[in-house]
């Protein structure tokens, strides 16, 4: 097992293959992985990394309520078998308690919290954590960041990111790196969402190194061009020759829209709206490959997007959790394939490659608005 998982991480060559037909999920397993215990009820918003040698690390929101920040704090777990078991939150592999988790910096005011985690690893090895800072609908703190040079054991407490040369209509304080991310040519490309106060603005932010400063790139939509239309959550996927693609709910939860730079994200073309697709949301895209953790992974052209969906549309519940795919380099993604039933409150799912079972595991979660659970589901991809 030890040669296989070195193979995968050693440089192996992409898929390109472009599958025959259409897909359908073979769901081989679905288990609770964390639940609400006394007021911390509400636990969701997951986010995952692979880290180099396997292990993968799983962080995740709990609270009262999906609303509520008040008393919000991110949790940590990790597991050494891709999935199969999980350590107890916020302790390591060893059984010691994580050094910052649960996580809710101290200069954090009583009435806000972190409203959502991302997480990644830099091209150094280094584990970066993200939170936001705010109380939903009243007031923003921006992003705060944690650093672990060990391998997660231990973590700083967090500070405060400040972007440069943000745009005016961009405050600090409602600038949140939790939408999605690629790093290519160990450069870390983070895709943000920015509230100027009189709409949501999708940012690109962009590190050279691993995560000590941090550059504006562009504005994915912009109020002065995308006035029609309130987006947020934009997805990223690098699809080669400098082209990266970015789909996104927009504000009414009525539809799904896509836009496209082909200058690696300098400037950005129309938006399209492309609810015929599926009314989808938080899309957080990965190529086979880029899963399996192969080189060159933008030239597989088959995507599988972690999603949830609106089943009704113009509604924000309830929630569905699915995927999508695409099989040409994200020019059409046809294929909505859902992972379960719809419930009250869900979504923010991520994905990650188990190499000694050969299945895809999306991690995400299902339940009310105020008592949710984390929700793992291992699944194949069959063609016909």
Same mark, same amino acid.
């Given at each position: 097992m030890k040669k296989f998982i070195m193979s995968l991480r050693s440089g192996s060559p992409p898929e390109t293959d472009i599958p025959d037909g259409s897909p359908t999920l073979d769901i081989t397993g679905?288990?609770?992985? $964390? $639940?609400?215990?006394?007021?911390?009820?509400?636990?969701?918003?997951?986010?995952?990394?692979?880290?180099? &040698? &396997?292990?993968?690390?799983?962080?995740?929101?709990?609270?009262?309520?999906?609303?509520?920040?008040d008393n919000g704090e991110l949790h940590i777990r990790f597991s050494n078998d891709y999935g199969a078991n999980w350590t107890d939150a916020n302790k390591f592999l060893d059984g010691s308690s994580v050094t910052n988790f649960p996580w809710r910096p101290s200069v954090y005011p009583s009435y806000q919290g972190p409203g959502e985690p991302w997480i990644l690893q830099a091209p150094n090895g280094d584990i970066l954590v993200f939170g936001w800072r705010i109380d939903y609908g009243v007031e923003g703190g921006g992003t705060y960041m944690s650093r672990s040079t060990d391998g997660g054991k231990t973590f700083n407490e967090g500070q405060k990111i400040t972007v440069n040369s943000l745009p005016g209509d961009c405050s600090q304080d409602s600038n949140y790196m939790t939408n999605d991310h690629f790093i290519l040519n160990n450069v870390i490309y983070i895709s943000c969402w920015n509230n100027d106060g009189l709409g949501s603005i999708s940012t690109l932010i962009k590190s050279e190194d691993n995560g000590a400063t941090w550059d504006f790139v562009s504005k994915i939509t912009d109020n002065d061009i995308d006035t029609d239309i309130a987006n947020y959550e934009a997805g990223l996927c690098y699809v080669g020759n400098n082209k990266i693609i970015t789909m996104m709910r927009n504000g009414s939860n009525n539809g799904t829209l896509y836009?496209?730079?082909?200058?690696? &994200?300098?400037?950005?073309?129309?938006? $399209?709206?492309?609810?015929?697709? &599926?009314?989808?949301?938080?899309?957080?895209?990965?190529?086979? $490959?880029?899963?399996?953790?192969?080189s060159n992974w933008w030239l597989d052209p088959v995507i599988i997007t972690a999603i949830f969906t609106h089943p009704t549309p113009g509604s924000s519940q309830p929630r569905r959790n699915g995927i999508q795919i695409s099989k040409d380099f994200g020019v059409t993604f046809p294929y909505v394939l859902n992972l379960d039933i719809a419930y009250e409150d869900g979504g923010y799912n991520d994905l990650f490659y188990n190499p000694i079972t050969d299945e895809y595991v999306c991690m995400a979660y299902r339940g009310l608005l105020t008592d949710a659970d984390i929700v793992q589901y291992n699944f194949k991809i069959i063609w016909s």
């Open positions: 679905t288990k609770i992985v $964390s $639940s609400g215990i006394g007021l911390q009820d509400w636990h969701g918003r997951t986010a995952v990394q692979v880290l180099t &040698g &396997g292990i993968v690390v799983l962080v995740y929101r709990v609270g009262s309520a999906h609303p509520v920040n836009k496209i730079s082909t200058d690696m &994200g300098q400037t950005w073309g129309a938006l $399209s709206d492309v609810t015929s697709w &599926g009314v989808t949301a938080r899309h957080r895209f990965q190529q086979r $490959s880029r899963l399996k953790q192969k």
